[in-house]
């Protein structure tokens, strides 16, 4: 990105190339480190949690109000979905080719929206489930679901509080550097006629 402002700039020499090198800061040459093997662990745990939650959902034969059973299997569903794509995006490193998306802030919100969803989803299906073996082991896994989502949550606050603390700072320093680049504009004089 740099090249390319360096290409647009007016420090072109006569072959079309850059005269100066563009300056690189030590955060654009480093590697990201925004996925780790811990969020890696973690983003699983919530995958395999939501999927057992969804099966043991899944085997359930017969319900007289289902409506608590449609929205728990709705909520386990959407997050086991939406969490393992979010997973193969950070595991493969897909998500550094679209810089425009928010990823953290997309993760923290995935995590939030479905902690909410299966604790209520949870609530909801063991106030109203017939205590067979399939809608107990559904409603266990809907809060441990919820508790590794609950984690999740607060982690993603903090890395969310991070990015945003040095995306001021280096939006700070770049300003500094800039505003010491701009050359001085002339005074305007005064036209007498």
């Not at 007016?10 to 480190?33: F, H, M, N, R, V």
């Not at 950070?90 to 923290?108: A, E, G, K, Y």
Request: with cysteine; hydrophobic share 50%; aromatic share 12%.
């Amino acid at each position: 990105m740099r090249w390319m402002e360096a290409c647009n700039s007016d420090a072109l020499g006569e072959s079309g190339l850059p005269t100066k090198a563009p300056a690189y800061s030590a955060e654009s040459t480093s590697i990201p480190k925004s996925f780790t093997p811990a969020r890696w662990l973690a983003g699983t745990a919530r995958l395999i949690l939501s999927l057992i939650a969804f099966i043991c959902i899944e085997t359930i034969m017969e319900c007289s109000p289902c409506e608590g059973l449609y929205f728990f299997e709705f909520v386990s569903c959407s997050a086991f979905v939406v969490t393992g794509v979010l997973l193969v995006l950070f595991s493969l490193n897909l998500h550094m080719r679209i810089p425009q998306i928010n990823w953290n802030l997309t993760d923290l919100v995935n995590t939030g929206l479905s902690t909410f969803f299966f604790f209520i989803a949870s609530i909801v299906l063991a106030a109203l489930n017939h205590k067979t073996g399939a809608e107990i082991a559904a409603v266990i896994f809907g809060f441990l679901a919820t508790a590794a989502y609950a984690a999740s949550t607060f982690l993603a606050v903090q890395k969310w509080r991070v990015s945003i603390r040095q995306q001021s700072a280096n939006d700070y320093i770049r300003a500094r550097t800039e505003s010491r680049d701009v050359d001085s504009r002339p005074e305007i004089q005064r036209l007498d006629t």
